[in-house]
Structures are given as structure tokens and as C-alpha cells.
């Protein structure tokens, strides 16, 4: 099974910053990690749409070049925003026995989006280390139209907050994606549930309670260790958190 550092050791280091993720490649774990489009049609690593929270500066990161982006500092850290291409070289230096989860946030389900993705899929060979997710059902078509080999997961749950969100029904039989990221918003995981996915699909990936703060998930502070540990029943293939030190103590990797 795999950990999942759900945008990298965040707790130690600004979150989605190269150190952060380098670390946490460093310590065996996979990472989750999101990826944005620039003003000059460039990937960067940014979850939000706006660098506010993290930089302090009120900018759309869509309306930024990379090489903007890369000069916005985090706050109160010597850290700045990082390219897709930095991390890339990065993980060069480390084994590709782990898949790594790439978010696609909604500025790259364009056209020239999409193919900026399989530009970089096909530049470092990336088709047996990572994945891509949170994907529009016209996106993932699109997207295995450009390069059938790239792998790709669609978040799977039982309410579909967002267009990317889809209800698991209306999406089990489709052949445009690979894996399925489960995200529970409030009782969702089961045994049942675990094993249908898991007959249909190659991968079962599942998100973390302590992942959905925002969301208000009810074990989102405490208790979601239970989940844990009934998804190693479950034979889930990885758990994404923001607590994978934790979580390696209850599955050694």
C-alpha cells in the first residue's frame, strides 16, 4: 500500500514546496501534489487559484507567468513557488516504485493545458510514476485521446460537490480512466463499496478524513485512524493524508 503526503510533508515545510515534497520522497512516501497553468502556458505548483494564502500576495495565479510565479516567496519562509519541470528533475534522483498523484486543478483542463500535461508525460517518461486526477469526464476523454498511456483517476464520492466529483453508479463501467480516488465527504467508505471498485478498476486510492477540514468530514480531527485501519481491510491500494508520519506507524512502509 501506499502513503500518499498530501502535498508533501506539510506540517514541517510550506505545503507543495520543494522541500516539502523532496522530503517526503526522501522518507518512502508517495506525494499528492497540484498543478496549475500559467499566463504563458507553463505548469506550476499551486492548489489555490489565488496566491493569497500562501504568499500573501493577492494574484491570480492564471493571470502570472511561470517565471512570475517562481519569483512569489511563501510567507514567512525563504521558500518560493516551484515549476512542475523543478520537481520533475527532482524525482529524478529517486526509484519509480512509488505512483505519484498529480492534481489537475481546473486552469489545465484546457486544450493547451491538457497537452502542456502529456508534453511533460512524454519529456520524462513519467507513464509508470505517476497519475493524474480530478478530472471532468470530457477532460480524461480529452486527455486519452492525446496519449492513451497516461493513467488517470477520477474522484469518486457520494455527493458530487464539484464537477470533477463523480458518483461511482454513473462512472464504474466507463473506460476513460485507470484508477479511482475515492474521497468520502461524510459515510462513504465501505467493505462493499472497497471490493466493487477494486474488481473494476486497476488502482483504489482513497483520501484521508483528516484531508477534508473544510469539508467538514465528522473524523476529520479525531477517530480517523478507524478509517484507516478498515481500509487496510479493504485491501485499498493508498490512503492520501496530511498526517502520513502518523499513518506509517499503523501501515509500515
Known amino acids: 500500500m501506499q502513503i500518499f503526503a498530501h502535498r508533501g510533508l506539510l506540517h514541517q515545510y510550506p505545503e507543495n514546496s520543494y522541500p516539502a515534497l523532496i522530503k517526503a520522497l526522501t522518507a518512502g512516501y508517495a506525494i499528492e501534489t497540484d498543478l496549475r497553468l500559467t499566463k504563458d502556458h507553463d505548469l506550476v505548483i499551486i492548489h489555490d487559484d489565488n496566491a493569497k494564502r500562501l504568499t500573501g500576495q493577492d494574484l491570480i495565479v492564471k493571470n502570472l507567468t511561470l517565471s512570475q510565479c517562481k519569483n512569489l516567496p511563501y510567507t514567512n519562509s525563504s521558500e518560493n513557488l516551484i515549476s512542475f519541470r523543478a520537481l520533475l528533475k527532482g524525482l529524478k534522483k529517486f526509484g ?71 458518483l461511482w453508479q454513473e462512472v464504474k463501467s466507463l473506460s476513460d480512466f485507470d484508477f479511482v480516488w475515492a474521497a468520502e465527504y461524510r459515510y462513504f467508505y465501505s467493505k462493499d463499496l472497497i471490493l466493487q471498485m477494486k474488481n473494476q478498476k486497476e488502482k483504489v486510492y482513497a483520501m484521508s478524513p483528516d484531508v477534508h477540514k473544510a469539508l467538514g468530514h465528522p473524523l476529520a480531527f479525531h477517530g480517523y485512524q478507524k478509517t484507516w485501519v478498515n481500509l487496510f481491510k479493504w485491501g485499498i491500494d493508498g490512503i492520501c493524508t496530511d498526517e502520513p508520519v502518523k499513518l506509517k506507524k499503523y501501515y509500515p512502509i
Request: proline share 1%.
Open 96 to 166: 519509480s516504485t512509488q505512483f505519484h498523484a498529480i492534481h489537475l486543478k481546473s486552469d489545465c483542463q484546457t486544450e493547451i493545458g491538457l497537452q502542456t500535461v502529456v508534453s511533460y508525460w512524454q519529456e520524462f517518461d513519467l507513464y509508470d510514476r505517476a497519475f493524474v486526477f480530478d478530472l471532468t469526464l470530457a477532460s480524461a476523454r480529452r486527455l486519452k485521446k492525446l496519449d492513451r498511456k497516461i493513467k488517470i483517476a477520477l474522484i469518486v464520492s457520494e455527493y458530487q460537490f464539484e464537477p470533477t466529483i463523480h
